[in-house]
């Protein structure tokens, strides 16, 4: 054989292969998610995520630290609410579980950036993402009130909020309000793309958001969708958001790509709870070896264009590129 194209050449060593590679996965690009429940001394595992616990605010301090000093930059915090209503009254409460964390933990790591996801589906008894009027997610009401929680969560020092409702003009709406109260300077991490997914179900466990009735398919978007997820994404941009996100990941890496080339705009990916609980328990079973797929999937999100990734994995990754 006389070839003159021979692609191994560059494969010959490792060396050779670090100076090629096109897309390194970097702790800084990591964003370790938080689920903070009332009590008091509280660390408890989800039985669907394996690794991932449960923290009351004492401890989320701890937690904190320890992912700050393995050099993830942020975090984003979920709450667990002490009580639910027909209109999640603790989601934009000044003393909800939420705000008290944000405050707790930015009095003793100031410097972490504190992401907070702005729902109402865990502080809901319908465990809707919004206010219910006859069974169905009523738009214009419920972007009132997750403005309302948004604004709550700047007050408490939230350093960006993440709407992740799915509702009409929320972005816009959050916007206005933040900009009227002086917090001119709180981005917008919008949940823009965010697909209606079977793989959120460990988060519905941990997070206790699962709907009580029907599905979130009136307001989340259809897996088989991604010109409308361009659509969504444009409409988020227009209205003022700083960083958008596509989420689920792994079954979407086209949409990440598509939207990364069409808007060059910061972009994130939710490598969400269910592609979290897949690969752990693989590789419990001895399916699958744990920390390459794990590598192997993460690297592939990077690669489709995501900016930052949000994920359980965040601190088991900051482990495994430390010892390299
Ligand atoms: C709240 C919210 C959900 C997730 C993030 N924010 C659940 C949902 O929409 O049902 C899922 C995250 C995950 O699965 O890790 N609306």
Redesign the pocket.
Known sequence: MDLVKRPRRLRRSSAMRDMLRETTLDVKDLIY?LFVVPGEGVRQEVASMPGIRRFSIDTVIGEVKEVESMGIPAVLL?GVPSFKDEIGSEAYADDGIVQKAVRAIKQSVPEIIVIT?V????YTSHGH?GIVEDGYVSNDKSVELIAKTALSHARAGADVVAP???MDGRVGAIRKLLDEEGFINVPVMA?SA?YA?C??????D??E???QFGD?KSY?MDPANSDEALREIALDIEEGADIVMV??ALAYLDVIKRAKQTFNIPLAA???????AMVKAAGRMGFLDEKAAAMEILTSIKRAGADMI?T?FAKDVAGWLATR
């Open positions: 998610p979920f996801d729902c109402m589906c865990e993402c992740s409702d799915m949940y965010k997914s793989f959120y179900g460990p988060f519905r941990a997070a958001s699962a709907p979130r989340q989420k689920p939710y490598n969400v709870s269910g592609e979290y949000i359980y």
